[in-house]
């Protein structure tokens, strides 16, 4: 009998299409089940970036969205974190380099806040005052960037690597880096 109410609750479920953010054309992403538009409101679907993309040097990127409009069979979401993989970051880690971890908080332009996440590797092992440095200058970069700059510039910058190469070049005069990269960033 069990079985039974269990079959028949699987079958009054009704797929939904889910839409990617603005940012990426909202373009159907995948579909998923859902009982009623209410129990789909507020769900976390994470996906592979090169499924949006569909360009391969995006593989390692892991897209987080939440789902907050729901129309009819159309769920809308809208974007709450990029993330390189794991494995990704680990390999770009070598002996006889420096790896920098930066964490900084940062508003876009209108006053949307963020969290943006960056790994800068040195080509040679450098000491601790060079490291501070290069976490002063990238910190300066990056609230300057997000404040003249809104969440969908920054993110295409991030993901263009046009963000990258400009802050590179504000830290060329401090260490020669070999790789900037985005570890995450959170809005």
Do not use: C
């Amino acid at each position: 009998m069990a079985v039974q109410k269990q079959v028949e609750k699987w079958k009054s479920k009704r797929w939904f299409n889910i839409f990617a953010p603005k940012i990426f054309g909202e373009s159907v992403i995948s579909e998923i089940p859902g009982a009623d538009e209410k129990s789909m409101l507020g769900r976390v679907i994470k996906v592979n970036m090169s499924w949006i993309t569909h360009k391969p040097e995006h593989s390692f990127i892991t897209v987080s969205m939440k789902i907050d409009d729901v129309n009819g069979d159309a769920a809308h979401t809208q974007l709450m974190q990029l993330e390189q993989t794991y494995s990704y970051i680990h390999s770009l880690v070598r002996r006889r380099q420096s790896a920098i971890y930066t964490v900084d908080a940062a508003k876009d332009k209108n006053g949307k806040d963020m969290i943006i996440k960056l790994l800068v590797m040195t080509t040679d092992k450098i000491a601790t005052p060079k490291k501070t440095a290069i976490r002063r200058t990238i910190s300066d970069f990056v609230k300057e960037y997000s404040a003249s700059h809104d969440v969908d510039e920054i993110v295409n910058g991030l993901i263009s690597n046009s963000f990258q190469q400009e802050a590179a070049g504000k830290i060329l005069n401090i260490a020669e880096i070999s790789k900037l990269e985005l570890k995450k960033i959170e809005l």
